[in-house]
Protein backbone atom coordinates (compact mmCIF):
# COMPACT_ATOMS: atom_id res chain seq x y z
CA UNK A 1 0.00 0.00 0.00
CA UNK A 2 1.45 3.43 -1.00
CA UNK A 3 1.91 5.73 1.73
CA UNK A 4 2.87 8.92 1.66
CA UNK A 5 3.03 11.32 5.19
CA UNK A 6 3.90 15.10 4.81
CA UNK A 7 4.95 16.93 7.59
CA UNK A 8 7.23 20.51 8.84
CA UNK A 9 4.24 23.23 7.85
CA UNK A 10 2.98 25.94 9.97
CA UNK A 11 3.02 29.16 10.97
CA UNK A 12 5.43 31.72 9.41
CA UNK A 13 5.78 35.51 8.66
CA UNK A 14 6.24 36.87 5.45
CA UNK A 15 9.63 36.30 4.24
CA UNK A 16 10.14 33.26 6.32
CA UNK A 17 11.22 29.95 5.44
CA UNK A 18 9.84 26.18 5.81
CA UNK A 19 11.24 23.07 4.57
CA UNK A 20 8.91 20.23 4.12
CA UNK A 21 9.05 16.85 4.16
CA UNK A 22 7.02 13.50 2.97
CA UNK A 23 7.69 9.88 3.75
CA UNK A 24 7.10 7.51 1.21
CA UNK A 25 6.95 3.81 1.65
CA UNK A 26 4.96 0.94 -0.23
CA UNK A 27 6.32 1.56 -3.68
CA UNK A 28 9.98 1.61 -4.99
CA UNK A 29 10.64 5.50 -4.30
CA UNK A 30 13.76 5.98 -6.09
CA UNK A 31 12.12 4.90 -9.22
CA UNK A 32 9.05 7.25 -9.47
CA UNK A 33 9.17 10.98 -10.28
CA UNK A 34 7.39 12.77 -7.41
CA UNK A 35 5.42 16.09 -6.83
CA UNK A 36 4.53 18.74 -4.77
CA UNK A 37 1.07 20.29 -5.83
CA UNK A 38 -0.87 22.86 -3.33
CA UNK A 39 -4.48 23.28 -2.52
CA UNK A 40 -5.36 27.41 -1.35
CA UNK A 41 -9.05 27.93 0.64
CA UNK A 42 -11.37 28.28 -2.15
CA UNK A 43 -8.95 27.42 -5.10
CA UNK A 44 -7.84 24.15 -6.81
CA UNK A 45 -5.19 22.66 -6.66
CA UNK A 46 -1.75 23.69 -8.11
CA UNK A 47 1.48 21.96 -9.34
CA UNK A 48 3.94 23.43 -7.03
CA UNK A 49 7.15 20.88 -8.24
CA UNK A 50 8.30 17.96 -9.73
CA UNK A 51 11.70 16.60 -9.45
CA UNK A 52 12.09 13.21 -11.35
CA UNK A 53 14.52 10.13 -11.31
CA UNK A 54 17.62 11.73 -12.10
CA UNK A 55 16.68 14.27 -9.96
CA UNK A 56 16.26 17.06 -12.29
CA UNK A 57 13.67 20.01 -11.38
CA UNK A 58 10.98 21.93 -12.38
CA UNK A 59 8.56 24.86 -11.26
CA UNK A 60 6.29 26.89 -12.25
CA UNK A 61 7.12 30.75 -12.50
CA UNK A 62 4.82 31.68 -9.11
CA UNK A 63 7.93 29.76 -6.97
CA UNK A 64 10.66 29.55 -9.35
CA UNK A 65 13.61 30.90 -7.25
CA UNK A 66 12.07 30.52 -3.85
CA UNK A 67 11.23 26.80 -3.44
CA UNK A 68 13.58 23.84 -3.96
CA UNK A 69 12.42 20.25 -4.47
CA UNK A 70 14.57 17.54 -3.64
CA UNK A 71 14.94 14.01 -2.54
CA UNK A 72 17.01 11.74 -0.39
CA UNK A 73 16.26 7.68 -1.93
CA UNK A 74 18.10 6.21 0.96
CA UNK A 75 15.55 7.88 3.56
CA UNK A 76 12.15 7.52 0.54
CA UNK A 77 11.78 10.49 1.44
CA UNK A 78 10.69 13.78 -0.79
CA UNK A 79 11.35 17.55 0.16
CA UNK A 80 10.26 21.14 -0.53
CA UNK A 81 12.27 24.04 0.87
CA UNK A 82 10.28 27.42 1.22
CA UNK A 83 11.67 30.29 0.68
CA UNK A 84 10.94 34.23 1.19
CA UNK A 85 7.39 32.95 1.85
CA UNK A 86 4.36 35.04 0.58
CA UNK A 87 0.90 35.50 1.63
CA UNK A 88 -0.13 34.01 -1.47
CA UNK A 89 1.86 31.09 -0.40
CA UNK A 90 -0.82 30.11 2.31
CA UNK A 91 -2.21 26.27 1.34
CA UNK A 92 -2.31 22.56 1.81
CA UNK A 93 0.95 21.32 0.68
CA UNK A 94 0.70 17.81 -0.55
CA UNK A 95 3.40 15.19 -1.93
CA UNK A 96 2.32 12.99 -5.04
CA UNK A 97 3.60 9.65 -6.72
CA UNK A 98 4.31 10.68 -9.77
CA UNK A 99 3.03 13.63 -11.59
CA UNK A 100 0.85 16.43 -10.60
CA UNK A 101 -2.41 14.43 -12.55
CA UNK A 102 -1.72 11.46 -10.00
CA UNK A 103 -4.62 10.67 -7.60
CA UNK A 104 -1.70 9.08 -5.18
CA UNK A 105 -1.36 11.55 -2.58
CA UNK A 106 -0.81 12.27 1.32
CA UNK A 107 -2.82 14.32 3.58
CA UNK A 108 -1.03 17.04 3.27
CA UNK A 109 0.38 19.80 5.82
CA UNK A 110 -0.56 23.66 6.40
CA UNK A 111 0.99 26.13 5.37
CA UNK A 112 -0.44 29.42 6.35
CA UNK A 113 1.98 33.45 6.23
CA UNK A 114 0.99 36.07 7.76
CA UNK A 115 1.88 39.03 9.81
Known amino acids: EVQLVESGGGLVQPGGSLRLSCAAS????????MTWVRQAPGKGLEWVST???????SYPDSVKGRFTISRDNAKNTLYLQLNSLKTEDTAMYYC?????????RGQGTQVTVSS
Open 96 to 104: VKGYADSSE
Open 26 to 33: GFTFRTYA
Open 51 to 57: INIHSLA
